[in-house]
């Protein structure tokens, strides 16, 4: 008989009663492969689970609260019949969704970097807590009244940074509690005190022995201090399937992961000012990159040879699919052995279906991509969103699962294209397979936009120095570290605001791209959009 998810939470000792596991579901904090179990039927998630129904195939983890529980599935069922035990195909389905886990928290850059107290003041209407800013990035974070003081020296924690639980994160001990992977710890993320929004954590440099005590400000830590990316528990249930593992994400091309301009320090951000941008939508869903890559053709032209024509320059031509960090095998439908419990045993064709393969074909990427590469001699790689049913509980309230490009890489030149290059190649594209559907870009907010201090905000922080008493010397320091807060909060409000893809829902964020040098480019998130997100 096949056993209910209420059977096996249960049984797994991670609650001690049934009425403890209702309460439980009715807070929200069960979660199946790191998916949700609602307690009643949720509209918001049209792939919802429940208490009664079969545990899914597959399912490696539980997690009630922050209790986990890991184990092998032994059985595969279909309509809820058991048919076999895992196949060496369903394992390696399982092997993909843990390495596509285990590269997201290793992605440690920047998660923890050793800055300078830039400035505090009192958060209104507390005697106990301060509010504190960075030399080398745009952060702000609540902490406890007198605790630091300008010219303090600190590592600063990102967003979303996982810190192994030891005594020196103490005070994090009871509200960030999150293990990762079985290993107790703290996630650092956005909260609200007194009404004053805190993104990050700050310890004294001097709590870190192993740290040399003299390190240049902006230097990156995480990989010293064992900080990892914090993802939430979604082995093998990404809602939705990744596929097989065919190797790494391809070297050739470029994985795209804009920095926040709140870690960028002022000489940074002094080097985007006067560039012009294109504002685009940050969606939410799924990363997918498909291109080509290629080996030149050095038989036909020789040194000394002719000038070969566009369509000769490259031979050998192959298609890669890639999720965010893995290339995917193509699902081919394969002849499969299964026993019955009575020990008959049978065949079924069975094909291990991929999301990033089907998009791939269902805008038919193969084809139109690669008659336009191998007509002009080019290597591109498109990378999207994927976004749908199944895919971060399908915020857009789509119907069908789609993809929208928000990057094209050059991988001859090693270079993105810029927004109205990538826009020309698309149009091209879609003469391409008329068939086919047309491929999409993610929103555009604003184009041909100049990013730069407004005279507002220059007089602002000019009237601000003004009413210090500040050094000569010291005057330009103080008015470029309060204009980088009054561009950065404006920037941060502009992110606000609804999804053009679905009004009801708040955007998570704007990703700035620069037209001359799309090399350069940065994000800002929505501080509404982080607070309207439950704990996953």
């Known amino acids: 008989m096949t056993q209910t998810i209420a059977d096996v939470i249960l049984?797994?000792?991670?609650?001690?009663?049934?009425?403890?596991?209702?309460?439980?579901?009715?807070?929200?904090?069960?979660?199946?492969?790191?998916?949700?179990?609602?307690?009643?039927?949720n509209e918001a998630d049209d792939n919802y689970l429940k208490l009664s129904d079969p545990l899914p195939a597959f399912t490696r983890v539980l997690q009630v609260g922050d209790n986990i529980c890991?184990?092998?599935?032994?059985?595969?069922?279909?309509?809820?019949?058991?048919?076999?035990?895992?196949?060496?195909?369903?394992?390696?389905?399982?092997?993909?969704?843990?390495?596509e886990q285990a590269f997201n928290e290793d992605k440690i850059a920047n998660l923890a970097t050793v800055t300078t107290i830039n400035s505090v003041r009192k958060v209104p209407d507390s005697d106990n807590l301060d509010v504190v800013t960075f030399t080398t990035n745009?952060?702000?974070?609540?902490?406890?009244?007198?605790?630091?003081?300008?010219?303090?020296?600190?590592?600063?924690?990102?967003?979303?940074?996982?810190?192994?639980?030891?005594?020196?994160?103490?005070?994090?001990e009871g509200r960030s509690n999150k293990a990762l992977r079985g290993k107790e710890g703290y996630r650092i993320k956005s909260i609200k005190l007194r009404g004053q929004i805190s993104q990050?954590?700050?310890?004294?440099?001097?709590?870190?022995?192993?740290l040399n005590q003299?390190?240049?400000?902006?230097?990156?830590?995480?990989?010293?201090?064992?900080?990892?990316?914090?993802?939430?528990?979604?082995?093998?249930?990404?809602?939705?399937?990744?596929?097989?593992?065919?190797?790494?994400?391809?070297?050739?091309?470029?994985?795209?992961?804009?920095?926040?301009?709140?870690?960028f320090g002022i000489g940074k951000l002094m080097q985007l000012y006067g560039h012009t941008v294109t504002v685009e939508e940050k969606l939410d869903g799924t990363s997918f990159t498909c291109g080509f890559t290629a080996n030149s053709n050095f038989v036909i032209g020789g040194r000394g040879g002719r000038v070969l024509a566009p369509h000769e320059r490259f031979i050998d031509w192959q298609f890669h699919v890639c999720s965010r960090n893995l290339e995917l095998k193509e699902p081919i439908p394969e002849e499969k052995t299964f026993r019955n419990d009575d020990g008959t045993v049978f065949t079924k064709t069975v094909c291990y279906n991929s999301v990033y393969w089907d998009m791939a074909r269902k805008y038919k990427l193969e084809e139109r991509l690669g008659a336009y590469c191998k007509t002009n001699g080019v290597m591109y790689a498109i990378s999207s969103e994927i976004i749908g049913p199944g895919i971060q509980k399908n915020k857009y309230r789509l119907t069908e699962t789609e993809m929208r490009v928000?990057?094209?890489?050059?991988?001859?030149?090693?270079?993105?294209?810029?927004?109205?290059?990538?826009?020309?190649?698309?149009?091209?594209?879609?003469?391409?397979e008329p068939d086919a559907p047309p491929i999409l870009e993610v929103p555009v907010i604003?184009?041909?936009?100049?990013?730069?201090?407004?005279s507002n905000q220059i007089n602002a922080a000019m009237s601000f120095v003004n009413d210090m008493s500040i050094e000569q010397d010291q005057y330009w320091t103080y008015f470029m570290t309060k204009l980088k807060e009054f561009v950065v909060s404006d920037a941060l409000t502009y992110a606000e605001g609804a999804s053009v893809l679905c009004p009801e829902q708040?955007?998570?964020?704007?990703?700035?791209?620069?037209?001359?040098?799309?090399?350069?480019?940065w994000k800002t998130i929505s501080n509404k959009f982080l607070f309207s997100l439950k704990e996953k």
Request: charged content about 30%; glycine content about 8%.
């Open 138 to 172: 745009g952060w702000e974070v609540v902490m406890g009244r007198n605790s630091c003081k300008v010219g303090d020296r600190c590592v600063f924690f990102e967003l979303d940074a996982w810190l192994p639980k030891e005594e020196r994160y103490s005070i994090l």
């Open 446 to 454: 604003a184009e041909w936009l100049t990013f730069a201090p407004s």
């Open 214 to 263: 003299s390190i240049p400000d902006g230097t990156d830590v995480g990989q010293q201090l064992g900080i990892k990316k914090y993802m939430a528990p979604v082995f093998g249930g990404f809602g939705f399937n990744i596929g097989q593992r065919k190797g790494n994400f391809i070297g050739r091309f470029r994985k795209t992961d804009q920095e926040n301009l709140q870690s």
């Open 406 to 432: 928000f990057d094209v890489y050059d991988v001859e030149m090693s270079r993105y294209l810029s927004p109205i290059d990538r826009r020309n190649l698309i149009a091209e594209l879609n003469t391409y």
């Open 200 to 210: 990050g954590y700050a310890v004294a440099l001097t709590e870190f022995p192993e």
């Open 11 to 41: 049984s797994s000792g991670l609650v001690r009663t049934g009425a403890e596991m209702r309460r439980a579901a009715l807070r929200g904090s069960i979660y199946i492969n790191g998916k949700k179990l609602w307690a009643h039927k």
């Open 70 to 99: 890991t184990f092998e599935r032994k059985e595969m069922y279909t309509d809820n019949v058991k048919i076999a035990p895992y196949t060496p195909v369903a394992d390696e389905i399982d092997k993909a969704a843990d390495q």
């Open 506 to 521: 708040e955007r998570e964020g704007l990703v700035w791209k620069c037209h001359k040098d799309a090399m350069i480019s």
